[in-house]
């Protein structure tokens, strides 16, 4: 028995030793990526492009030389995996080929073959019609919306006299498809009395039963009856001075109101409630494509000084800030005011007031195709006054307004006076304007008379 027991023991010991001394197979090891460039496609406007160059397993920094339509563009010292590169100076509505070469003494590549296909060019030809309201004191029409070519809305302070040569105050004038009709609204407060509903500042149309209007304080309209109803009091804001001067929204669930001392305001169906902006400036633009982010500009006129705004249904935050700089500021800080916002159809974002400028691929720059559009640039305001709005339909198709009876239209190539002739000496100036389609309507004041312009292509 004791010789069975010594026997496994042994057995068992060499096994140990066996099994410690057994070691798995080596793994295979995944093969090395080849090295690799390639070309993909970004944005293209009419006379610009945008190509991201990656690369994969290649040593960097690497000098690229970038080819278009097989001749030398450009060489790029690539410093990251992935690099977006900008061409300009092309051609609208033209297809371009790129490839990129990396040519180095222990490196040799080619990327693939990208073809680019540039915007076509809009018109500028457009028709024209002007309307002038108002009988004394000073007139204004501050903001429009358009659904149609026979449903327009325009509102601001209009002063008429009435049979017996008394004032009478319009805040609405609707354009029905033959002329326009001033209208005239009624609101009640809380305490007692009725009021004109005037000096209305912000119109967003939403149906035909549900208009609101910014007035300091909201107010919302069922189409039909004379009287409005008072949806939020400027009077609820947590600071007094504050107000309700422009709105967006896409539904009667999704509304927002900004105005001064950096008022906003967020409605979601059944409550307002008021967001910090992180600014006191007067908010007196927004914008937004689909809603998911929310962009409004604040302005300081007697410092020249301004701020764009980024944020939305939780919070706001300062995206950039302008003043009076020098070059070596830009662009940390934009020069001027920031009057107006609008995004294109590809995210770019514009704004401006002194200047123009856009931002893309995370870089702010001039809108360099606008002549003068530089700091030092349009001397004696020869070419142009300070922009007030800029709405369009698309980067190849938007107009700007504002002072000077500035209304200019890019067609995607190039800007050109719309309308009535430019003049710096003009008593007209735009307060805002939009574009749907072939038709934009500019609204604001020619002296001391509210005015509109009506623009067909």
Request: aromatic content about 12%; glycine content about 8%; charged content about 15%.
């Amino acid at each position: 028995m004791k010789n069975i027991l010594k026997i496994l023991l042994i057995l068992t010991t060499v096994l140990s030793i066996i099994g410690c001394n057994t070691t798995e197979p080596p793994q295979p090891q995944p093969p090395t990526p080849e090295p690799e460039i390639t070309l993909t496609f970004e944005d293209a406007y009419s006379i610009e492009a945008w190509i991201k160059i990656t690369t994969t397993n290649i040593q960097l920094p690497a000098a690229v030389t970038l080819k278009q339509n097989n001749t030398v563009e450009q060489t790029i010292s690539l410093l990251t995996q992935d690099s977006v590169i900008y061409i300009d100076s092309l051609l609208p509505k033209t297809t371009y080929t790129f490839q990129a070469f990396i040519h180095s003494s222990n490196q040799s590549f080619k990327s693939n073959e990208l073809s680019v296909t540039t915007m076509d060019t809009t018109s500028h030809n457009f028709t024209w019609q002007t309307w002038t309201f108002g009988e004394h004191s000073s007139s204004i029409l501050n903001d429009v919306a358009i659904i149609d070519e026979n449903n327009i809305w325009a509102v601001g302070e209009i002063y008429m006299l009435d049979s017996l040569g008394q004032t009478d105050t319009y805040g609405i004038v609707h354009w029905n498809g033959q002329n326009w009709e001033p209208i005239k609204l009624y609101y009640s407060i809380p305490s007692g009395g009725e009021f004109v509903l005037s000096n209305i500042r912000g119109i967003i149309y939403l149906s035909s039963n549900e208009i609101w209007f910014a007035a300091g304080s909201i107010f919302r309209w069922d189409g039909v009856s004379q009287n409005v109803q008072l949806i939020f009091s400027r009077l609820d804001l947590s600071d007094p001075n504050g107000s309700i001067e422009k709105l967006w929204g896409n539904s009667k669930t999704y509304l927002y109101g900004v105005g001064n001392k950096g008022t906003i305001v967020i409605y979601n169906g059944q409550t307002w409630q008021q967001i910090s902006s992180g600014t006191e400036f007067p908010l007196i633009d927004i914008y937004s494509k689909d809603g998911n982010e929310i962009y409004t500009t604040g302005i300081n006129v007697s410092e020249v000084r301004g701020v764009l705004l980024k944020g939305n249904a939780n919070q706001f935050s300062i995206m950039i800030n302008s003043e009076i700089i020098d070059e070596s500021e830009l662009f940390d800080k934009l020069y001027g005011d920031l009057a107006s916002v609008w995004i294109d159809e590809l995210g770019t974002i514009y704004t401006g007031g002194n200047l123009l400028y856009r931002y893309k691929n995370n870089e702010w720059n001039y809108v360099t195709s606008l002549p003068e559009n530089f700091i030092g640039g349009n001397p004696g305001s020869y070419y142009r006054g300070a922009i007030s709005s800029i709405r369009g339909n698309a980067s190849n198709d938007y107009i700007i307004a504002g002072e000077r009876n500035t209304i200019k239209h890019f067609n995607g190539v190039s800007w050109k006076q719309i309308g009535l002739p430019y003049s710096p000496t003009s008593p007209i100036g735009w307060a805002k304007v939009i574009q749907k389609g072939n038709l934009a309507i500019a609204v604001g004041i020619n002296g001391s008379k509210a005015f509109i312009i009506m623009l067909n292509r």
